[in-house]
């Protein structure tokens, strides 16, 4: 039985696996033609935090193979008053063939693992987002053709789920991958030591730097998440800090002039992106946004099937 709770869960292989599979259901379902690989077989998805994507693209995903979702909000679902991670696990696996999981602390999703008789996804922890990363160079390789010589720069705040699973992913590519964050909100040495193998292997440059300036020099991709993250209370001192980290055109003019931009959204247009830039031809964030249901019904094919 396999789970994905971070990008290290899957090997090279299995991640270009999943892009081809991604692919193929992406054109079955784009010709209208049936793929119900998943006939009869139910999804379990607990939410201790909102959605939007990842809430309906699992569940139109699901439904599109030919099974079924469950929306089970944690506060509906007696964990809401008590019951534990691990017995919670035990039942639902006892029902489900899959379980799907967007909680706060990362431990439930490693409790969800030790607990359940079937495979758990970690739909976003406060440590990583692989669905989102797999997703996003997914999207990248569909635009640009290719990883070899692309520089991919992340502006903003590094210290998150969707960063951290961003140069993971990087690394076991071997895809370039710079941060242009604040000192304060870099990422953290921890997620680097878990890198270290795939960076020294693949030989990608993984750098992290403070001047978003010379962090998209020379991008093929500039990449933002919210400078806020879902369960972060410092909101207004991050705000402020990370106000020079704006992705504006000032910025993208920096890059390469054919550079794309890319966003896991929800964005909050005004701070870490203009509205401008957003909209802009070169964006490709709501067609990021839908591979989301194409991944993910990759991955739940592979996991579930
Ligand atoms: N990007 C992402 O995970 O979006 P949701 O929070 O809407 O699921
Ligand atoms: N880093 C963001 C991603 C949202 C999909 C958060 O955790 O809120």
Redesign the pocket.
């Known amino acids: 039985m396999k789970h994905l709770t971070t990008i290290q869960d899957f090997t090279k292989e299995e991640i270009w696996q999943t892009f081809e599979l991604a692919k193929e259901l992406k054109e079955k379902q784009k010709r209208g033609e049936p793929h119900e690989l998943l006939r009869g077989k139910s999804l379990a998805m607990i939410f201790q935090k909102p959605s939007t994507r990842t809430r309906v693209s699992f569940e139109v995903g699901m439904t599109q193979l030919g099974g079924h979702a469950l929306y089970l909000s944690a506060s509906d679902l007696q964990l809401g008053r008590g019951e534990t991670i691990s017995d919670t696990a035990k039942v639902l696996s006892r029902y489900a063939n899959g379980i799907m999981a967007r909680v706060f602390n990362h431990q439930d999703i490693i409790d969800l693992c030790k607990n359940s008789t079937v495979p758990i996804i970690n739909g ?1 922890s406060d440590k990583f ?1 692989p669905c ?1 990363a797999l997703t996003d160079l997914f999207t990248i390789w569909e635009h640009k053709k290719t990883f070899n010589n692309l520089t991919i720069a992340f502006i903003g705040d590094g210290d ?3 960063t951290n699973s961003l140069l993971l992913l990087c690394a076991r590519l071997g895809v370039n991958f710079s941060a242009g964050c604040p000192k304060k909100y870099k990422i953290k040495q921890e997620i680097l030591d878990l890198a270290k193998e795939d960076i020294s292997r693949a030989n990608a440059k993984i750098e992290i730097l403070d001047n978003p300036k010379k962090v998209v020099k020379n991008a093929d991709i500039i990449y933002t ?2 400078w806020v ?2 369960g972060r209370e410092d909101s207004e001192e991050r705000i402020e800090n990370l106000k020079p980290y704006q992705v504006n055109k000032a910025l993208v003019a920096l890059a390469k002039p054919d550079v794309k931009i890319m966003h ?1 959204l929800p964005a909050h247009r005004g701070q870490e992106i203009t509205d401008e830039v957003m909209d802009h031809q070169s964006s490709i964030i709501f067609d990021q946004a839908e591979n989301r249901l194409h991944i993910q019904k990759a991955i739940l094919v592979l996991l579930l099937k």
Do not use: P
Request: aromatic share 0%.
């Open positions: 976003l987002h989102q998150n789920n969707v998440d919210t993250s879902m896991c």
